[in-house]
C-alpha cells in the first residue's frame, strides 16, 4: 500500500535536546512538506522540498532544520532554538505538476518534558 | 494578505440533519481550493479539489461547492461517522503552498 509514513507517532523532548521526526513516503512524490498544527489554528509551513538536496523555508522555519538525501524521506529536526516545540506535526507529500492534492501522514505529537 | 476562514468553527447536528460547512478565501487569484476530513489524531484526509466557480464534487453524502469568494461543505443526512475536522485550503495562482483554514470541528450525535 502506498502511503506516507511518520515515526514516532509520540516523542517527547528535554529541555536543550535537539529530536528529529522521521517522515518516509513510497508515492514516487517529488514533492514533501512539514506542516505544524497547534490548537484552533490552521496549519502552517514550516519548510517544503521539490527535488532531492533543495529544500526552502516556509512560514514559520526558525528552530527547524530538515534534509533530503532521498527522494523518499524528509526527516524534520527540532532542535533547542525552537522555544515552543509542543505540537502536533504533519508531513505530506505531492506530484509537483498539474495542481495536485498534498497527501499526508498520520503525524507526530510532540510534547516537552 | 492572502486569507482563509472556515465557519463555524463547531457544529452539531442530530443524524440525519443536513447543514453546510463555508471556506471563505481571499487571494490574489485561485489555482485550487481542496477540502480534507481529519480524525482525532490523525493526519488529514484528501476528499475535493475544486478548481473554477461553479464546479461542483461529491462523494456519498458530501457535496463540494465553488464560487469566486467561498467554498460550501453540504453535507446531507449525516451520520455518526462524519463527526471529524473538516478542513479547507487554497493555492493562490501566485506561488505553490497551501493555504489552510482553521477548520470546522462537526460532530453528528445519533
Known amino acids: 500500500d502506498g502511503g506516507i509514513t511518520q515515526s514516532p507517532k509520540y516523542l517527547f523532548r528535554k529541555e536543550g535536546q535537539n529530536v528529529t521526526l522521521s517522515c518516509e513516503q513510497n508515492?514516487?512524490?517529488?514533492?514533501m512538506y512539514w506542516y505544524r498544527q497547534d490548537p484552533g489554528q490552521g496549519l502552517r509551513l514550516i519548510y517544503y522540498s521539490q527535488i532531492v538536496n533543495d529544500f526552502q523555508k516556509g512560514d514559520i522555519a526558525e528552530g527547524y532544520s530538515v534534509s533530503r538525501e532521498k527522494k523518499e524521506s524528509f526527516p524534520l529536526t527540532v532542535t533547542s532554538a525552537q522555544k515552543n516545540p509542543t505540537a502536533f506535526y504533519l508531513c505530506a507529500s505531492s506530484i509537483v505538476q498539474n495542481n495536485q492534492p498534498q497527501h499526508f501522514g498520520d503525524g507526530t505529537r510532540l510534547s516537552i518534558l | 494578505e492572502d486569507q482563509v476562514t472556515q465557519s463555524p468553527e463547531a457544529l452539531r447536528l442530530q443524524e440525519g440533519e443536513s447543514s453546510s460547512l463555508n471556506c471563505s478565501y481571499t487571494?490574489?487569484?485561485?489555482?485550487?481550493l481542496f477540502w480534507y476530513r481529519q480524525d482525532p489524531g490523525k493526519g488529514p484526509e484528501f476528499l475535493f479539489t475544486l478548481y473554477s466557480a461553479g464546479e461542483e464534487k461529491e462523494k456519498e453524502r458530501l457535496k463540494a461547492t465553488l464560487t469566486k469568494k467561498e467554498s460550501f461543505l453540504h453535507i446531507t443526512a449525516p451520520k455518526p461517522e462524519d463527526s471529524a475536522t473538516y478542513l479547507c485550503?487554497?493555492?493562490?495562482?501566485?506561488?505553490?503552498?497551501?493555504?489552510f483554514g482553521q477548520g470546522t470541528e462537526l460532530s453528528v450525535k445519533p
Open positions: 485550503a487554497v493555492r493562490p495562482a501566485q506561488g505553490g503552498k497551501l493555504i
Open positions: 487571494v490574489s487569484g485561485l489555482r485550487g
Open positions: 508515492l514516487n512524490h517529488d514533492a
